[in-house]
């Protein structure tokens, strides 16, 4: 259950969070369709697969080195907490839709995968998350990565939906409580890797 509730609390602040990818969905769909945003949100279960291999490959061979899985949790804490501070300090998301055309699964692929964010996001936070829920059990490790692309790539969809409906809905009272209700939840969340990474240290 902790690590079913920390991969949705991740995944809905990382999918409404005002970025490269979400600024490419919400452009997708004003420009073409509520399909063409939605093939950009889908962008992250097919560029992330390489990233989480290979951090949790580089993780498994630091298993016994605390000092340094301890830095790497602190720095996951920092992470989080300047995703919280962002999520605090949301105003509105700015769109100015571009004349382009193409692919929009390609063009959400390649912008995910020039984005650093998600080498970041899976070096210091998900892969030691993931790490320590294959650690408890294998349905740890389900839920947590289950419940965060779930919610990533769902939230995306559901903006690239109420946005073919409604324009103005990046600028409502109603996502802005939404980003900051989810920017508190991500501080506290960066004060328990704080914990976890001081700990590791002093085992190191």
Known sequence: MDFLI??????????????????????????????????????????????IILTLFILSKLSNFHTILGI???TGGFFILFMGYQ?????????TPQANHGNSLAKGVLANTLSPY???FWLSVGAPTMTK???QNIQAALAFIGSF?????????LLAMLTGRSKSLLTSKAYLFIMRSLGLALC?????????????????
């Open 72 to 74: 790497i949790s602190i």
């Open 6 to 51: 920390i991969g949705t609390l991740l995944g809905l602040s990382a999918g409404f969070a005002p970025g490269p990818l979400l600024t490419l969905v919400i452009t997708e769909t004003l420009q073409h369709d509520t399909g063409a945003g939605v093939k950009v949100a889908l962008a992250p279960i097919l560029t992330d697969v390489p990233i």
């Open 149 to 157: 692309y779930l919610f990533l790539v769902g939230s995306k969809i």
């Open 87 to 95: 999520s605090l300090r949301t105003q509105k998301v700015a769109i």
């Open 188 to 204: 506290v969340l960066a004060m328990v890797l704080f914990h976890d990474g001081l700990g590791l240290l002093k085992n190191g």
């Open 118 to 120: 998600p080498y970041l």
């Open 133 to 135: 829920a294959i650690n």
